[in-house]
Every structure is written in structure tokens, then in C-alpha cells.
């Protein structure tokens, strides 16, 4: 029964940057991970990054080779939300952005709808 909403894509110039967030309703519980994906026209989607909690301890555990040094992931589990800082954004960064939750004990993954980021170069 959990619903994720994505906001916060737009279009921004080469170097700028953006924040996306994403909103979780109803109980995800368990150890559970909080992670960002993105697909660009004709291409597969692929991992950006993903942010794990194991109890009240949070964790950033991968962020892709293209990521590392531009993006932070950020949650907050008293609201339900992740978020994406990217910096530096490049062209090749466009893309729909999608929000993925996941509950390991319970083997259950839910997904967002995707919001479109477009860096102009």
C-alpha cells in the first residue's frame, strides 16, 4: 500500500542544479532502501543512488561512477522522503528521474512515476 510521489525535475543549464524529493505514504517498515533511477530516450534504466536504514541508522550505500562527487542522497524517515542534491549537472544527465523504495525483509519494491530532468548545454 505505498504510493511514491517524485517532484523537483525541471530544465536547468549546464553546471546549475537541482533537488528532487520524493514522498512516501503509507508504512514501508522493515530495513528498507530508498534509492533514485533515471532512463534516458533509447536507453536502459540504470542506478543513480540508493540510501539504506536499518533500524534509526541511515546509510548511503552506491552511488554511481557518474554520481560520486556531484549527487547526495538524503533521507529523512520521520517524513517518509528522499531526496537527490545533483550539482554540476551535465547534458548527458537528462533523463526521467524515478524514485524506487524497497522493503528487504518482505521482498517488496515500489516505484514512482518519474519526474524529466533536462540539462541544456
Known amino acids: 500500500q505505498v504510493q511514491l510521489v517524485e517532484s523537483g525535475g525541471g530544465l536547468v543549464q549546464a553546471g546549475g542544479s537541482l533537488r528532487l524529493s520524493c514522498a512516501a505514504s503509507g508504512s514501508i517498515g522493515g530495513i528498507n532502501r530508498m534509492g533514485w533511477y533515471r532512463q534516458a530516450p533509447g536507453k536502459q534504466r540504470e542506478p543513480v543512488a540508493r540510501i539504506t536504514s536499518a533500524g534509526s541508522t541511515n546509510y548511503a550505500d552506491y552511488y554511481a561512477d557518474h554520481a560520486k562527487g556531484r549527487f547526495t542522497i538524503s533521507r529523512d524517515n520521520a517524513k517518509n522522503t528522499v531526496d537527490l542534491q545533483m550539482n554540476s549537472l551535465k547534458p548527458e544527465d537528462t533523463a526521467v528521474y524515478y524514485c524506487?523504495?524497497?522493503?528487504?525483509?518482505?521482498?517488496?519494491?515500489?516505484w514512482g512515476q518519474g519526474t524529466q530532468v533536462t540539462v541544456s548545454s
Open positions: 524506487n523504495v524497497e522493503n528487504v525483509v518482505a521482498r517488496r519494491s515500489y
